[in-house]
T-cell receptor, first 116, second 113 residues
Framework: AQTVTQSQPEMSVQEAETVTLSCTYDTSESDYYLFWYKQPPSRQMILVIRQEAYKQQNATENRFSVNFQKAAKSFSLKISDSQLGDAAMYFCAYRRGNFGNEKLTFGTGTRLTIIP | DADVTQTPRNRITKTGKRIMLECSQTKGHDRMYWYRQDPGLGLRLIYYSFDVKDINKGEISDGYSVSRQAQAKFSLSLESAIPNQTALYFC????????????FGPGTRLTVL
């Protein structure tokens, strides 16, 4: 079974600094997708970034980028120029790429605090 | 207006009561999902539906049932609520002919006393 591990329950960063959240996963599949979701205090789950396993290029979305290391099964999220609005729980998630299998497997989350 | 809505947003009920949580979407997506979030456990899949006639169990379906009334509506029922079903419940949608990324509703916080 696929598993997703987030080893940092809590992280903090100074406003305007850069922070990296870690995620590792275990799978025997070669075709899959990885995601980072953000859950602010409003509890809404918001998609931050998406990575296809077959793409070597790391995904980026404005201040958010990933470091995808397929061989190491590592998928870290880098947040640059941290802002107060980035404070939230961040969840890493995995989904197999096979048609008909849409289950997302989530990690346990990392709580990010932004220090003004 | 939000693309994925859930009602109610908060609900407190008693053990043994029947509860229905509703999800509606205006995204035009064909696939819909129900997840449960417990502290320290992340989200876990309860049920998912590829279209109105296709409903599948997730990893924690015991004690739950679902109904896909239309492409845009997917309801989750607890036939006889118990305290360990106290959790945050999320509905999500995705489009099979797009990136198939799942988009979540705002969640329903359910407390079973």
């Amino acid at each position: 079974a696929q598993t997703v591990t987030q080893s940092q329950p809590e992280m903090s960063v100074q406003e305007a600094e850069t922070v990296t959240l870690s995620c590792t996963y275990d799978t025997s599949e070669s075709d899959y997708y990885l995601f980072w979701y953000k859950q602010p205090p409003s509890r809404q789950m918001i998609l931050v970034i998406r990575q296809e396993a077959y793409k070597q290029q790391n995904a980026t979305e404005n201040r958010f980028s990933v470091n995808f290391q397929k061989a190491a099964k590592s998928f870290s999220l880098k947040i640059s120029d941290s802002q107060l609005g980035d404070a939230a729980m961040y969840f890493c998630a995995y989904r197999r790429g096979n048609f008909g299998n849409e289950k997302l497997t989530f990690g346990t989350g990392t709580r990010l605090t932004i220090i003004p | 207006d939000a693309d994925v809505t859930q009602t109610p947003r908060n609900r407190i009920t008693k053990t043994g009561k029947r509860i229905m949580l509703e999800c509606s979407q205006t995204k035009g997506h064909d696939r819909m999902y129900w997840y449960r979030q417990d502290p320290g456990l992340g989200l876990r899949l309860i049920y998912y539906s590829f279209d109105v006639k296709d409903i599948n169990k997730g990893e924690i379906s015991d004690g739950y049932s679902v109904s896909r009334q239309a492409q845009a509506k997917f309801s989750l029922s607890l036939e006889s609520a118990i305290p360990n079903q106290t959790a945050l419940y999320f509905c999500a949608t995705s489009f099979s002919r797009g990136t198939d990324t799942q988009y979540f509703g705002p969640g329903t916080r359910l407390t079973v006393l």
